[in-house]
């Protein structure tokens, strides 16, 4: 069976696209980012999964506002980034799993989640940045890919309490793939930011710490917000923040941290990186 060996959670902003190209992990504003990583890729060396599931927001790449999924769920044999239009390279395709994808179509439908499912899907910086940073010296990310595509951009949004419950259901249908296969979680996004409007700029370092907190002794506890309170709380695109919520919750019983790292800012956003394993 497939086991399921933790999960990484992480920030994205495309402007890391940028500081990977020019080599700046070593530069004073990226520094503090960067130097989260390596205990990281150690973590991933012992571990070794063979495919990441990874929890993500597209921002308007392979779904615009005409056609919009609250969830979607990649079936593709590889996923094509292409330009976002943030002047950042594009990274070679990575390779998909649709034998696993299938299967969580499968066992997730049959839980009534009503999925859209995607034989094509392009993967934008929340997707090809965070696995960059992961695996920063593979030509190719090495891992095997199943993109979960969570809604943020265009409400109404799924609620915290229903991103949960879709992470519940990923990792059950992953612990029962009759696969000897290791998977590793991966959830991008957040934390606090917002890029537009009067708030332009915001974030919440409390409510951050107080949420990476509560993943590992009561992860269900921000499912008690609303969207429209975690709007309030964490900024407009701080609601990315769903994305850990369901990266957690497909981890089985109870997890220890294996390594944090929190930093503000990188760019507009209060950047956040977890990992956790179960106990
Ligand atoms: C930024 C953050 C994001 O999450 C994103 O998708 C794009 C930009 C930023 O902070 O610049
Ligand atoms: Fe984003």
């Not at 090809?128 to 593979?138: A, Q």
């Not at 951009?153 to 000897?180: M, N, Y």
């Amino acid at each position: 069976m497939a086991k399921i060996v933790g999960s990484i959670t992480s920030t994205h902003v495309p402007a890391l696209g940028r500081a990977i190209a020019q080599n700046l992990q070593e530069d004073p504003y990226w520094k503090p980012f960067f130097d989260g990583f390596p205990p990281v890729r150690e973590w991933l060396r012992e571990v070794k999964p063979d495919v990441a599931v990874v929890f993500y927001n597209d921002h308007g790449l392979n779904f615009f506002l005409d056609k919009l999924p609250t969830f979607a769920l990649g079936a593709a044999e590889q996923y094509v980034n292409a330009d976002e239009g943030w002047g950042i390279p594009t990274l070679p395709p990575f390779r998909g799993d649709p034998a696993l994808s299938w299967h969580l179509i499968n066992a997730l439908i049959e839980k009534e989640f009503d999925l859209t499912t995607c034989q094509e899907m392009l993967v934008d910086h929340a997707f090809t940045l965070p696995l960059k940073l992961l695996w920063p010296d593979d030509q190719i990310c090495p891992v095997r890919t199943v993109p979960v595509c969570i809604n943020t951009v265009q409400f109404p949004l799924p609620s915290a309490a229903r991103c949960f419950k879709l992470g519940e259901a990923v990792g059950k249908a992953i612990e029962s793939w009759d696969e000897d296969q290791r998977v590793v979680i991966i959830g991008t996004g957040g934390l606090s930011h917002q890029l537009d409007g009067t708030r332009a700029g915001f974030t919440n370092k409390a409510f951050d710490l107080k949420f990476m907190e509560s993943l590992v002794s009561d992860p269900k506890w921000a499912t008690q917000y609303s969207i429209e309170d975690l709007v309030e709380l964490t900024g407009t695109q701080g609601v990315e923040l769903l994305m850990w919520l369901a990266a957690r919750a497909a981890l089985p019983g109870k997890v220890r941290k294996v390594h944090a790292n929190y930093h503000i800012p990188i760019s507009n956003t209060a950047a956040g990186l977890m990992v956790l394993e179960n106990l």
